[in-house]
């Protein structure tokens, strides 16, 4: 018997192999605008929605975080040298989901506050 989380129907973008791609499109509409000047309230609602955002999806990885099994959760490995066995792990346990969540929740409170 499997004791893991599943979500049936996950997107594809939710996956567990395209989890470090998450920053990288978040990030991508700031990378798109750089370019255009804006003013400092535009910049703000932009960086606030972008957090906001964040942290909706990790409220969606802590919604299906076991938390009656020890251990990591959401592994995922990425070969970076096959032929020398080197690859690199990502996986997320207790005590890093809920600092992952304390730091994305406090961050559109700053935002909003500076």
């Given amino acids: ?3 893991s989380f599943t979500i049936p129907l996950l997107p594809l973008f939710f996956s567990q192999f395209s989890l470090p791609l998450i920053p990288f499109i978040l990030t991508l509409p700031f990378l798109l605008l750089l ?4 003013s400092i309230t535009e ?7 972008a957090s906001c955002a964040s942290l909706l ?25 096959p032929p020398y066995n080197l690859y690199f792990p990502l996986g997320m346990d207790g005590l890093s989901a809920l600092f992952l969540l304390l730091t994305l929740f406090t961050f559109p409170l700053l935002f909003l506050a500076a």
């Avoid at 370019?35 to 804006?38: D, E, F, I, K, V």
């Avoid at 910049?43 to 929605?49: G, M």
């Avoid at 999806?57 to 970076?80: A, D, V």
């Fill in 57 to 81: 999806i990790s409220l969606y990885f802590f919604g299906g975080f076991n938390k009656l099994t020890s251990g990591f959760q959401w592994i995922s490995e990425y070969p970076l040298l």
């Fill in 1 to 3: 018997m499997n004791d």
């Fill in 35 to 38: 370019p255009y000047r804006r």
């Fill in 43 to 49: 910049e703000r609602h932009l960086v606030t929605a």
